[in-house]
């Protein structure tokens, strides 16, 4: 059964209301990490907002344009992700971090609906966040395919902790989802 537009609608007003505290212990459960990498902390809490408001859009009326979004950011996830030098596996781990932070803050919303919808909206999160996982593996596996070639004078590189490149690349996927959920 798909999800109504409503229900999609509560589920997004409610990641949206428990937003701020998912960014801060998803970025403190990163920070904990020995594999974090060294990110300076405002591009990571960029890049965790960056993920959640287009998971959020996801959920909205214009999830058929957010998808394409979804995809770019989560590659670009993967791609930082081998910067940071982290294997696959624990990129997967920090994206299921976040599966587990919308249980633990929207979980209660989701079980106080009907139980046909709670379990279409359940299924459609879950469908979403194993999408991108899938994503940022071939974003992580395209970097690491790449650092093996020789390099190609390409402007922008792969691999690499450069963080300018990273944040210019995280600025055009925020005006990217600024364009698609201005229009709301």
């Known amino acids: 059964m798909p999800t109504s537009h409503s229900t999609q609608l509560a589920t997004a007003k409610a990641i949206g209301a428990a937003r701020e505290a998912m960014l801060v212990e998803w970025a403190a459960w990163l920070g904990r990490r020995q594999a974090s990498g060294s990110l300076p902390d405002q591009l990571v809490a960029r890049k965790l907002e960056l993920v959640l408001d287009t998971l959020i859009a996801m959920l909205g009326p214009l999830r058929r344009e957010a998808v394409l979004v979804w995809r770019r950011v989560m590659e670009h996830y993967g791609r930082v992700g081998a910067a940071r030098g982290l294997a ?11 599966r587990l932070l919308l249980i633990n803050h929207i979980g209660d919303t989701i079980a106080a609906m009907r139980p046909r919808r709670s379990v279409a909206v359940f299924l459609r999160l879950n469908a979403i966040i194993d999408a991108g996982i899938a994503q940022a593996v071939v974003g992580y596996t395209d970097a690491l395919v790449a650092s093996l070639l020789p390099d190609d004078g390409r402007e922008d590189p792969l691999t690499g902790a450069d963080t300018e490149a990273m944040e210019d690349r995280l600025a055009a996927l925020e005006a990217e989802l600024a364009t698609i959920t201005a229009g709301r």
């Open 88 to 98: 696959a596996g624990e990129i997967v781990e920090e994206i299921q971090q976040l």
